[in-house]
């Protein structure tokens, strides 16, 4: 056997400026350029051909399924929100057919000026005479209005866009759905409302050295008699009427004799009597005219429930 000698012939290749050595990816393996370059004499020194650059084709894009979006329908217009069934210094009591709008205090009265402005009337004159349209507003803070008929009552209101109670109306915000015997529940509470004080005529009629009548302002003017609506904070429904009982006898609108249409009634009791003529809420006096007015006489408006008592009907 002869020996043959084994020559390489080396191609040479042109290779560009040489960068910095950094690797690069080639199959999860990271190689430097010289390990590159290396690969290459190998293959060329076999015969072989420099191969392709490796070709990794790029990720497929995602596929996005078209989903069909329903359009959301627009939201309700809110329905229109009733008014309240009655102004803010009227309660709202509602007692089996009643639905009606009372007065929180006793009322007051207040002079009308040719301008429409208003002036506070005394609570202890009398309008007999007065040639003026008065207003009827609620006694909240100071005392209310006695020396009072029945048809100035009704007037009052009248021109205040309210009316006196019926009978049914008085006695249901009196008494309330639970049918109390008092304002605030059906037991007596001594002192709970202003009732049962001393009568002031006598020492009225001491001081002015005189038999005053009834009606004389004297004697609704002395101590210990009529109260500002509200000075007695037990004495309040549920709904927050105060002084139902006691204070003063309050008119409404009832003509409690048919033969005789000019009598009326007045409810409650006053400062010194609530038990006479019935206890708490049950007291009635129906033995003076409607032209009657004393000391004691006062009143109370009321008013028809307007389209809010609607919301909170059962």
Not at 44 to 70: F, K, N, Q, R
Not at 120 to 142: E, L, M, Q, T, Y
Not at 163 to 169: G, I, Q, V
């Amino acid at each position: 056997m002869v020996d043959v000698p084994l020559v390489l012939r080396v191609r040479p290749i042109r290779l560009g400026p040489m960068p910095r050595e950094r690797s690069a990816p080639l199959g999860g393996v990271r190689l430097g350029v010289g390990a590159l370059v290396a690969c290459a004499l190998v293959v060329v020194a076999c015969g072989g051909a420099v191969p392709a650059p490796l070709y990794i084709p790029p990720p497929p894009a995602p596929v996005v399924s078209a989903v069909a979006v329903e359009p959301t329908a627009p939201a309700p217009a809110p329905a229109p929100s009733l008014p309240p069934p009655c102004p803010p210094e009227m309660a709202y009591v509602q007692v089996g057919d009643v639905r009606v709008c009372v007065d929180k205090y006793e009322g007051a009265l207040a002079e009308v000026a040719d301008d429409g402005s208003t002036t506070p009337w005394h609570f202890s004159r009398s309008v007999d005479k007065v040639d003026r349209v008065f207003h009827a507003i609620p006694a909240k803070g100071f005392k209310p209005q006695v020396n009072i008929s029945q048809l100035q009552a009704a007037a009052a209101c009248h021109a205040s866009g309210k009316r006196l109670c019926r009978l049914p109306e008085w006695t249901a915000a009196c008494r309330g759905p639970s049918e109390n015997l008092y304002p605030y529940g059906s037991t007596y509470r001594f002192g709970a409302c202003n009732a049962g004080r001393p009568s002031p005529v006598a020492s009225a009629r001491e001081a002015a050295r005189e038999k005053l009548r009834l009606h004389d302002p004297r004697i609704a003017e002395r101590d210990n008699t009529i109260m500002s609506g509200g000075a007695h904070p037990l004495c309040v429904t549920d709904t927050g009427i105060f002084d139902l009982h006691g204070n003063v006898h309050e008119w409404i609108a009832d003509t409690p004799k048919a033969r005789k249409p000019y009598i009326g009634t007045f409810m409650g009791g006053f400062f010194a009597d609530g038990r006479l003529n019935g206890e708490g809420c049950l007291y009635k006096t129906t033995a003076h005219s409607k032209e009657y007015h004393d000391y004691s006489t006062g009143f109370r408006c009321c008013k028809d429930a307007g389209d809010g008592a609607q919301a909170v009907s059962p």
